[in-house]
């Protein structure tokens, strides 16, 4: 996520919401009632988010070195870590955990965790200023604050057993979770000495470790999440029953933008199980004893729509107006020299137009919420990625003050991007839902898979046309690439983050290159449709890291360099941890050059979130479809936490991106209808088809950053690359035509 990106989010956070009061730094000890897992005496630490300053070398924003809201210690020596960031699935339970059990100097074994609950002002993303999860962002913002919070503890802890036992407290050591001081021979638990510990004066700067010293951080950890996924103990939205709960589902437009008219709920009604029929903003709901009969009801209604304003034009018409608009040149996003003057006194000029459809996110656990409204206050539960816009928009419909509305942050089935909704429809869905009911009571709204994949809030459509000149001598000397898509910050809370009317997510990753190019210029065209759109594991750069490492990969081949060798040479001086990733999935691939026989090699790289990601591909021709049978990672990600858990996101990444690039696409058919609705025409990669995938972490002191999205992007250029070594084919279009080669 770019620096504007995050200087954006945190403008249109401020201009949403009061600036918070001040927060005294303080302790909490409470007898257990809500936390399960936790027996006994709990200890809480708070801090403050107001008055952030910031950490040297500018970027992200460190509070005031104070314990957090974010450690549980139970009488039972169980240490629960309330986890800011949203779980679903790349890892934040776990990393968060192992960096407060590092300076906690607790044993893994004694570590839990729970989702923390909607609240600005203790849980707010310090990249962003706001409570959220997105951007890879978990670990990298978190780093120092939880390293702090967990130095904090251990302070107080070793303070109230130096107390309890009469000795000074440097002669108190804390390993692997018990309190020992070798004089006297006494040992404890964390445990005994919580309550004791909470009315201990606050450490304001407590140290942290040096890394030469750390025990957890850099080696591998099971994930804290494991068992209860496995067991099925692990508590999602669908999971979640309140009293008298009614299960809700919608029907929405069949065409974006279309506006309800009219309806004849009679039939619905009908249906045993169904309650009553209610029309809110986005469609019409139907509310039901259970889920079958919430779903017969729906499709028993009769509804009219009118169509004015929805977008009727199809995939291919969408394509060609984008190209058209690309074809113009769009809005100058960066400039270097003159790129017309040098492309017209190139030697020779290579073009290429790629096509990127629509796609859907696709997580196992489609959207789900469950509200529960009791007079003037409302309590939510479900897999919550942004509470700072979930919340109050969920009391602003209600009618409701915003410290009237809390949220139950719970574990996700994946998200991809999908919960991330700058636009909070779900909180405004369900807000909407519980209103309309017309008295208190509990109801969980359902998205289907069908009403997932047809609902929009998709990847944006994309055209890219791209440019080059070569001189006589195959040096590049000019380059040029213009992007058209639709913005997904324009016309929602985040549009405070486009700079100049620009919206960065659109097109990051085709700027800023540390490749030399000679002349160049980054061009955008803003395109406009009714179709919501949404940012897609690893935004701008699923698509960019295509256009940009294919086209380069042809211009290399027409100079007559090995993409290797030749990508390692355009690279600046500067660009030390680009070449160090590129050269590192070079040497685990053994690269020998790109076609080997009856198989293709391909690489390509990106850096994303602040992370550098270089892959190869190895791809053999199926009858003109490419079968992917090994790919090679080299990732730098600054310093690694959870090796197991940065590898996980590396093969997860890839195999996600793999199934774009081979099968996925949403299409909208003649009068804009969307034509896929399940995974049985919105196709995914099987498990039979994932390769074998070998990850190289390079080893570094730099701050961590992401790796939830940054092993998407290099994915599917690098196996195009592969596919056009083996079969002389360029890929100008996602996903694999088939019949290629």
């Known amino acids: 996520m770019t620096s504007q990106f995050i200087k954006g989010l945190q403008t249109a956070h401020a ?29 809480a630490f708070a801090l403050p988010v107001p008055g952030l300053r910031a950490q040297e070398g500018g970027g992200i924003k460190v509070p005031p070195a104070t314990p957090n809201a974010f450690i ?36 893994w074994g004694q570590m839990r965790a729970m989702g923390a609950p909607a609240d600005d002002a203790l849980y707010a993303n310090l990249a962003f200023g706001a409570q959220g ?8 913002n978190s780093y120092m604050q939880m390293r702090k919070a967990g130095a904090a503890a251990r302070a107080m802890l070793v303070a109230a057993a130096a107390a309890d036992w009469g000795v000074p407290e440097a002669e108190i050591t804390v390993s692997k979770g018990v309190i020992a001081h070798a004089g006297s021979g006494k040992t404890s638990g964390f445990g005994a000495f919580a309550e004791k510990a909470a009315a201990l004066p606050v450490p304001q700067d407590p140290p942290v470790k040096d890394p030469a010293d750390f025990v957890l951080i850099g080696t591998d950890r099971p994930r804290l999440d494991t068992v209860a996924k496995s067991s099925g103990t692990a508590q999602f939205t669908m999971d979640v029953y309140r009293e008298g709960m009614l299960t809700v589902v919608v029907a929405h437009p069949p065409k974006f933008g279309a ?33 079958y009969a919430a779903l017969k009801g729906r499709a028993a209604l009769s509804a009219d729509w009118d169509e004015t304003g929805a977008e009727t034009r199809s995939s291919r018409q969408l394509f060609e107006t984008f190209a058209s608009a690309a074809a113009k040149g769009g809005d100058t996003v960066e400039k270097e020299g003159e790129v017309e003057e040098a492309l017209t006194s190139a030697a020779e000029v290579l073009e290429a137009e790629i096509l990127f459809p629509f796609l859907a996110h696709a997580p196992m656990e489609p959207l789900d919420a469950v509200i529960e409204v009791k007079g003037d206050r409302a309590e939510m539960w479900y897999g919550c990625q942004f509470p700072t816009f979930d919340r109050p928009t969920a009391a602003k419909v209600l009618g409701l003050p915003v410290e009237n509305v809390s949220i139950n942050v719970l574990l996700a089935g994946g998200s991809f991007g999908r919960r991330a909704q700058g636009s909070a429809h779900i909180a405004a869905e369900a807000a909407a839902v519980a209103k309309a009911a017309g008295r208190d009571g509990a109801f969980k709204l359902v998205w289907t898979r069908e009403d997932d994949i047809k609902g929009g809030y998709y990847r944006p459509l994309t055209v890219h046309r791209l440019r080059a000149g070569l001189d006589a001598s195959g040096k590049i000397v000019g380059w040029e690439n213009v992007v058209a898509n639709q913005s997904i910050m324009a016309g929602t809370p985040m549009e405070a983050m486009m700079q100049n009317g620009m919206d960065p997510t659109s097109f990051e990753g085709s700027s800023g290159l540390p490749y030399d190019l000679g002349a160049k210029r980054i061009g955008w065209a803003q395109m406009q449709s009714p179709v919501p759109v949404l940012w897609w594991r690893s935004v701008g750069h699923t698509h960019t890291a295509f256009a940009v490492e294919t086209f380069l990969d042809e211009v290399l081949a027409k100079a007559g360099k090995d993409p290797v060798a030749g990508r390692l040479e355009l690279l600046k001086p500067e660009a030390t941890r680009e070449r160090a990733v590129i050269e590192k999935v ?8 790109p076609k080997q026989g009856d198989k ?36 730098d990600c600054g310093v690694a936490v959870n090796p197991n858990i940065i590898t996980a996101q590396m093969e997860g990444g890839i195999g996600y991106a793999l199934s774009a690039a081979l099968y996925s696409a949403i299409s909208l058919g003649e009068g804009g209808a969307v034509e896929q609705s399940n995974f049985d025409d919105y196709q995914m990669l099987r498990i039979h088809e994932m390769p074998k995938v070998e990850v190289a972490i390079i080893a570094s002191t730099e701050d961590p950053t992401g790796v939830g999205e940054p092993g998407v992007p290099a994915l599917a250029p690098a196996l195009a690359n592969a596919w056009r070594a083996l079969t002389g084919t360029p890929v100008r279009q996602l996903p694999f035509p088939r019949g290629l080669s």
């Open 259 to 291: 506006k309800l008219t009219g309806f004849d709920d009679t039939a619905a009604l009908k249906v045993p199980g169904v309650e009553m029929v209610r029309e809110i903003p986005s469609g019409i709901a139907v509310y039901a004893r259970n889920t």
């Open 586 to 593: 070079a040497e685990i691939a053994d690269w020998k050059g």
């Open 15 to 43: 201009s949403q919401q009061p600036a918070p009061e001040p927060v005294a730094p303080r302790f909490i000890a409470t007898r257990r009632g809500v936390l399960a897992g936790i027996g006994g005496l709990t200890l």
């Open 72 to 107: 549980r210690i139970g009488t039972d020596d169980t240490v629960t870590i309330l986890s800011k960031h949203l779980e679903m699935g790349q890892g934040p339970y776990t990393g968060l955990a192992t960096l407060i059990a590092e300076e906690l100097d607790a044993d």
């Open 600 to 635: 293709g090699y391909g690489i390509a790289w990106a850096k994303s979130f602040g992370s550098y990601v270089a892959e190869i591909v190895e791809v053999e021709d199926r009858g003109g479809f490419p079968r992917v049978t090994r790919v090679w990672c080299a990732v």
């Open 133 to 140: 999860t997105g951007g890879s962002t978990a670990i990298a």
